[in-house]
């Protein structure tokens, strides 16, 4: 995709008059330990960077060249997040929703329009569009996506010091061979996802 085709949507939105546009996405919906973050970018109109795609698509280094770019160039951006103890009570879907909510009223300039990732914006309150494969469809959303997958990062690094023994720093709390290794030798920690480990 050219990089200015990442645009295209909040451009057609800018036209119709809709100036603060907010991109907004999840990471760790899918760890079995772990909050999941969100992040939500209001990015100066056509902002670009070489390396801006979805967060899936940039190496881990990219990634966190990018976090400080949209930091320090964004007119607005926050990132948030749902414990693990909310997941677990209210569902990840839910959890997903609260934390993107959350990074929205995060922000320090209110968005006239959030596109939301995903197909779903259940408790959402700002006016919104859901936009499906959003972090490869649109600049904002594509922002959001880095900014919450390298604050999960830094904080799995984080609980990789506090719990050594499950290897954080590697797999990042997903379902890997190694992370069920390390569970059935030690049994799960405080930051694992107790309803994740139910359905296993």
């Not at 940039?58 to 976090?67: A, D, G, P």
């Not at 490869?136 to 904080?155: G, Q, W």
């Amino acid at each position: 995709m050219e990089r200015s085709a990442l645009w295209q949507m909040e451009n057609e939105l800018f036209a119709q008059g809709i100036s603060k546009v907010c991109g907004v996405d999840e990471a760790g919906a899918g760890p079995l330990a772990g909050r999941v973050y969100a992040g939500a970018v209001i990015l100066p109109p056509n902002w670009i960077h070489p390396y801006l795609n979805d967060s899936k698509k940039v190496t881990s280094r990219r990634r966190e060249l990018l976090y400080d770019r949209i930091c320090q160039d964004a007119v607005a951006w926050s990132v948030a997040w749902a414990e693990v103890e909310e997941i677990d009570k209210i569902n990840i879907l839910n959890a997903r929703m609260l934390a993107m909510e959350r990074a929205i009223q995060g922000l320090q300039v209110t968005p006239d329009l959030a596109l939301i990732d995903g197909n779903r914006a259940v408790g959402i309150t700002a006016p919104n569009r859901t936009v499906v494969k959003g972090d490869s469809k649109s600049a904002s959303i594509a922002a959001a996506s880095i900014l919450a997958k390298v604050a999960r990062d830094r904080y799995m690094i984080d609980m990789a010091a506090r719990y050594p023994q499950y290897g954080f720093e590697r797999h990042k709390g997903y379902p890997t061979k190694l992370h069920y290794e390390r569970l059935a030798q030690y049994g799960p920690c405080p930051i694992h996802r107790q309803t994740f480990l139910k359905d296993k």
